[in-house]
């Protein structure tokens, strides 16, 4: 095979230098020989060529040693080759299309490279719950609003007239005095009473009556939308999990990786070079910070971590106080505002809930970071354990909140006489999923509003009086330090009300994305002009999975009280969808009745029955069983391989040792210091089982070759290589 001459510059790594005089023709031999190899390799390779680590020029002449010399490609060959690259070109600019229409790409990288990944990592959890709520938004108004507006159902059912008999010592919400202020009624809700925004003003006909049923997709329209966010988040959860049993627990990259690839050639503007140098300085701190924490951590002695463990369980100890007394504090609060519906009082008490909720959330995880802040933990565990006890006290707080309500509204867990005849303490609230809510309403409304008030009326003023005035006070001051996990309870907190409010409000969804919207700009602006970098970074990928933890968590907060409303609980008898039934899930019998066939209704009772969920959990069992074993096995086979790989880097370097030696005793010197180091055994080094430098023991004799050309006063040369012996593998 001839094989044609290369282009200029090409393959310039087969190029062998050669040495002086008689060495040459070996050198041009072994260059040809090594250069006919290889072409004959990208030849009957199949790998793209534009996988290939050459030049563009080199890739054509790779393209056009690959075609088949005097063989005549017929049109269709040549039409299907234009039609796989126009499609290639196609797909590749719709990804730039749609990278370049990526919300917030520049503003999160420009954060990331000025504050780090950790805070960048804020901002990407906050567009992650944006696209969340649109989803679901779209999702209710697919199936409910927009069949009920265009469908034009028939009128729906006439409630069923009952009389209230009510003690006097009631008063039901129709006849408490109303403070008819338009933006009170706002804030309140009360101005969307009569609008889809809440659940009393849905109506539908009979299910006879049509051929779509609003109240099934009513129904439905919240668990799909709950179920959407539970894969999204457990999606986003478990992304960089694979990596982790890949990497090892200890696997840290090395500095030499950082130091000598971090750069981007491809950046021709000041600005982005300034960020990108902020992003590599920041990114070495975190690797230097974690390896002063890993290396103090080794060095402690058994009476240190004792220490250490009694200093964390003091820490949590005090917290867990500290969030009983705050959970204690909301319980009391929101039932004496439910209890307590005077006309002096009442526009007051309104928000006594909220504001007493939003009290606690602020003071709360200002105090946790202080006492987490006192122990010296590493920035990694000091943001989670903070996350952590924000997220139950906001939690806690919801719940109790929730409870609450369900003991004023519903007679949870308290004396049932004021609900027995209608199953809900209709004499107060003749339409409780509104009045319910308007306290969710409420809620997410003064979440926003707090946001405002503390971005514009105590962090922008506190900025401008630390710049003002100088002295020992203003310097202690200092601007506000950006905590992550505070801005990341208040998003989670705003989006567990959110669904908690889905039955209730269908299109809360709509109100807080606009809400998300406005707070990455408030949330920015406050970052870049008003706070201080933190002095201790921390990497995102050590706190993202915390983000989804904790957004789960309020998604189960969310699931368990919407599964008992509807399940269990009496609709209110003159407003909604569900006005004559007993219970929202009593229309899914009912439609199954209407509108399946009898095998169906049959196949439908079996799938419901134990006789089909016992073999399906025991499937599952199984399964998991199963994946469990595997995951165990791929575990010991990476350990394996990874002692593999250690012994065999170790073998070369044998290999290395025993031939410098062979060379000294020969009397030939190599031509470069490095020519005989391998490149690279593995990605990035240190590689596992490489030696390390070796000084020699006092009083041990170093070999010379008595044909050695150096002089007696010569250093002689030793080797500078140790290998690790079995307890450091």
Known sequence: MSVPRAPTGMFRQWSVQSGPGPRRLGSQTASEELWEEEVERLCSSWEPVRMLPYAMADKRFIRELRKPERVKTSCRQRWHRRG????????????????????????????????????????????????????????????????????????????????????????????????????WNILTGKAFNNTYLFYGAYRAGPEQSSAYSIRLAYLLAPMACLLLSFCGTLRRMVQGLPQQPL?????????????FSSWDFCIRVWEAATIKKHE???????????????????????????????????????????????????FWATKY??????????????YLPPGVISLVNFLGPQLFTVLIQLENFPPSTEVNLTLIWCVVLKLASLGIFSFSLGQTVLCVGR??????????????????????????YKLIIFNFLLTVVFAFFVSLPRRLLVERFSGWFWTWLDREEFLVP????????????????????PLLPLLNSV????????????????????????????????????????????????????????????CGLFTNYSAPWQVVPELVTLRLSIPGQRALHYLSSHAFSFPLLILLSLILTVCISQSRANARAIQGLRKQLVWHVQEKWHLVDDLSRLLQELGQEPESPHSLRPRSFCPGFPCPGSPGPKTPRLGQP??????????????????RFHFPSRTEL
């Open 84 to 183: 796989q690259v126009a499609r290639q070109h196609l797909k590749e600019a719709a990804r730039r299309l749609a990278q370049s229409f990526k919300l917030w790409q520049g503003a999160l990288y420009e954060i990331g490279g000025l504050f780090g990944t950790g805070i960048q990592s804020y901002f990407t959890f906050l567009r992650f719950l944006l696209l969340l709520n649109l989803l679901t938004l779209l999702m209710t108004a697919s199936f409910v609003l927009l069949p009920l507006i265009w469908l034009r159902h028939p009128e729906p059912d006439p409630a069923l007239k009952l009389s209230l008999q009510c003690s006097s010592s009631h008063v039901p919400q129709s006849a408490i005095p109303r403070f008819h202020n338009p933006l």
């Open 247 to 259: 990497l090892g627990r200890g696997y840290r990259a090395p500095l030499s990786a950082k130091v």
């Open 280 to 330: 590599i300085s920041n990114e070495l701190k975190v690797e230097l910070e974690e390896g002063r924490r890993l290396e103090l951590a080794q060095q402690q002695t058994q009476a240190q971590k004792a220490c250490y463990l009694l200093t964390y369980l003091r820490t949590n100890v005090l917290i867990a106080l500290l969030v009983a007394g705050a959970i204690s504090t909301i």
């Open 337 to 350: 505002s439910q209890d307590n519906k005077e006309e002096s009082l009442f526009l007051v008490l309104q």
């Open 415 to 440: 004396n049932k006489t004021s609900c027995e005849s209608y199953g809900y303490n209709a004499c107060e609230y003749q339409c409780w999923e509104n009045s319910v809510g308007e306290e969710l």
């Open 486 to 505: 505070k801005n990341v309870l208040d998003i989670v907190a705003a989006q567990t009300v959110t669904w908690m409010g889905l039955f209730y409000c």
């Open 515 to 574: 809400f998300l919207f406005l707070t990455f700009y408030i949330k920015k602006y406050t970052l870049l002009r008003n706070s201080r970098a933190s002095p201790r970074l921390f990497r995102a990928s050590s706190s993202t999975f915390f983000f989804q933890l904790v957004l789960l968590l309020g998604l189960l907060l969310a699931a368990v009280p919407l599964a008992y409303v509807i399940s269990s609980t009496h609709s209110s008898w003159d």
């Open 702 to 719: 170093t070999r010379q070759s008595a044909s050695s050309p150096r002089g007696p006063g010569a250093s002689v040369p030793v080797s």
